[in-house]
């Protein structure tokens, strides 16, 4: 079963415009992460937030945790055709040693 | 520095056939993992390892086994291969054996099973 699960489960917005993905997962965590894949290749990690943490920040990226409510989000702000991928939370709260993905929103970015 | 190294990058095989997919970092990881990917799908985990000579099973280990022989390498092999592991693998690698660490993903081998 998947520990996370991505809301929207597709994207689609204009260049220039914010896209925010959410994540919600259901058991307690040490951190939450998330990746980007563009198709037909490997996931590319883009930002890890640790349980004590509210908000992290990376260029374009926001990220925000509520473990009171076990979400996250996940907001790229003015968005560039580039951006265009399926973007996965991962979560450690499984119990075991490893990541455990949600199944992703697909976004799409028109230029 | 190649990061995590996958091959083959595609493969068909007949059902009931075995073959190793082959996955190796040069970054000294400790901590290396197998996924698999379905159509619309996140990863699901396979077997990971933390160490040479460690390893575990995942979420779906069932027709799978891996070794750890060296802090490098990390087959998986597919015992009797089935349609239902048609599938694109991703092999990960990171740091530290706890999951608080990005991972680095190899680009992916598509298995197709006929």
């Known amino acids: 079963s998947q520990q996370g699960e991505e809301d929207p489960q597709a994207l689609s917005i204009q260049e220039g415009e914010n896209a925010t993905m959410n994540c919600s997962y259901k058991t307690s965590i040490n951190n939450l992460q998330w990746y980007r894949q563009n198709s037909g290749r490997g996931l590319v990690h883009l930002i890890l937030i640790r349980s004590n943490e509210r908000e992290k920040h990376s260029g374009r990226l926001r990220v925000t945790l509520d473990t009171s409510k076990k979400s996250s989000s996940l907001l790229i702000t003015a968005s560039r055709a580039a951006d265009t991928a399926s973007y996965f939370c991962?979560?450690?709260?499984?119990?075991?040693?490893?990541?455990?993905f949600g199944s992703g929103t697909r976004l799409q970015v028109q230029p | 520095n190649a990061g995590v190294t996958q091959t083959p990058k595609f493969q068909v095989l007949k059902t009931g056939q075995s073959m190793t997919l082959q996955c190796a970092q040069d970054?000294?990881?400790?901590?290396m993992s197998w996924y698999r990917q379905d159509p619309g799908m996140g990863l699901r985990l396979i077997h990971y390892?933390?160490?040479?000579?460690?390893?575990d099973q995942g979420e779906v280990p069932n027709g799978y086994n891996v070794s750890r022989s060296t802090t490098e390498d990390f087959p998986l092999r597919l015992l009797s291969a089935a349609p239902s592991q048609t599938s694109v693998y991703f092999c990960?690698?990171?740091?530290?054996?706890?999951?608080?660490?990005?991972?680095?993903f190899g680009q992916g081998t598509r298995l197709t099973v006929v």
């Open positions: 970054m000294n990881h400790e901590y």
């Open positions: 991962a979560t450690d709260g499984t119990g075991r040693r490893a990541l455990t």
């Open positions: 390892s933390v160490g040479a000579g460690i390893t």
């Open positions: 990960a690698s990171s740091y530290s054996g706890q999951a608080n660490t990005e991972a680095f």
